[in-house]
């Protein structure tokens, strides 16, 4: 872990670039965007490296972190603030997501507080948007950047890998797993469910 920090606050200014302590000691990067969404970079290292190879790296995963979660982080230290740098252009505009309502396979994408467009859970053009979600800094994040960045190697280290949501398609699966795995009614997929072959 990093220091604690007990004057620690959130900070969602876009560009503020944080490192995360993950699972096995592993150092992930995330930069907030201009949403409020935290961009995960596909890169981890044992100690923390400068910002301007952080920002050259690939993006992995672009989700909704709880604010009060990450005061909790930064102040335990879970997660460490290193500064505020340039976007990504692609961190500059807002992300689509999509709203999942139970018991329905109808989805609404949503892009900032406006809604895009309604389909189903199914559609293609749709399965690497990110359910709407406000992830836990400290008990959801490190286990999703594990199994976002080395979905083999987190098998080792998140006890319940299969049920990480995120993108739709990844959600698609957990529901099917929990239907492969319960017998109980609320875990039945409907009748008109597409599988995802996976």
């Known amino acids: 872990m990093f220091e604690e920090d007990p004057k620690a606050r959130s900070d969602f200014k876009a560009g ?30 044992r100690k923390i490296i400068a910002a301007a190879d952080v920002l050259a790296s690939p993006i992995m995963s672009r989700v909704g972190v709880d604010f009060a979660s990450l005061g909790r982080a930064l102040r335990s230290g879970a997660w460490k603030k290193l500064g505020k740098y340039p976007l990504r252009d692609e961190l500059g505009s807002l992300q689509p997501v999509v709203q999942w309502p139970v018991g329905t396979l109808d989805v609404t994408v949503w892009i900032g507080h406006v809604q895009s467009r ?81």
């Open 118 to 198: 309604l389909t189903r859970v199914e559609d293609p053009s749709i399965q690497n948007l990110e359910i709407i979600a406000a992830w836990d800094a400290i008990y959801h994040i490190p286990a999703r950047l594990a199994v976002d960045y080395a979905p083999d190697e987190a098998i080792q280290t998140v006890a319940n890998v299969w049920s990480i949501g995120g993108p739709i398609w990844r959600e698609r699966r957990v529901k099917e797993e929990f239907a492969r795995r319960f017998d109980k009614p609320w875990h039945q997929l409907p009748a008109d469910w597409v599988p995802t072959g996976l």
């Open 16 to 45: 503020t670039l944080y490192a995360i302590w993950g699972l096995a000691d592993w150092i992930y990067y995330g930069q907030v965007a201009v949403d409020k969404s935290v961009a995960f970079f596909s890169r981890r290292d």
